[in-house]
């Protein structure tokens, strides 16, 4: 969704839901996958 973010830094990921074909779609649930790496998650959901 961009260029990587500076090293140490917060960075808020912002996901069109039609980039991902959930627009105007009811989700039950949301899974995070992270490979080789280090991630901290905060609030994740609708805007």
Known sequence: MGP???TGQWVR????A???GLENRVLSGMAFT???GL???DTAGKR
């Open 4 to 6: 990587l973010p500076p």
């Open 13 to 16: 990921l912002e996901v069109p």
């Open 34 to 36: 992270l490979f080789d």
């Open 39 to 41: 991630a901290t998650w």
């Open 18 to 20: 039609a980039l991902v």
